[in-house]
């Protein structure tokens, strides 16, 4: 199985984006509620997730952008 590719960016306070690509296992802390979203890049489909209520109950800024492999 060929290794997950994630992006997660950041959306600190002054709403300035920050963008780092992850391999491998790092991947979004679990969340309570969130919205998310999904499309299709050049074939392949991808999910996003944003910020909302982490497992620990405080709110997050972030967005994930992830490969979905069916």
């Known amino acids: 199985m060929a290794p997950r590719r994630h992006i997660h ?3 600190n306070p002054k709403f ?3 963008k780092a690509s992850r391999r ?3 991947f979004p802390e ?3 509620w969130f919205p998310s ?3 299709i890049r050049d074939g392949k489909p991808r999910v996003v997730l944003t910020g909302e209520l982490l ?3 405080e ?4 967005v994930w952008v ?3 492999g069916l």
């Open 59 to 62: 709110r997050s800024g972030e």
């Open 66 to 68: 992830g490969d979905v």
């Open 9 to 11: 960016v950041h959306i």
């Open 55 to 57: 497992s620990s109950n």
């Open 37 to 39: 979203a999904s499309y």
């Open 24 to 26: 491998g296992t790092v």
């Open 16 to 18: 300035r984006v920050e």
């Open 30 to 32: 679990p969340r309570g």
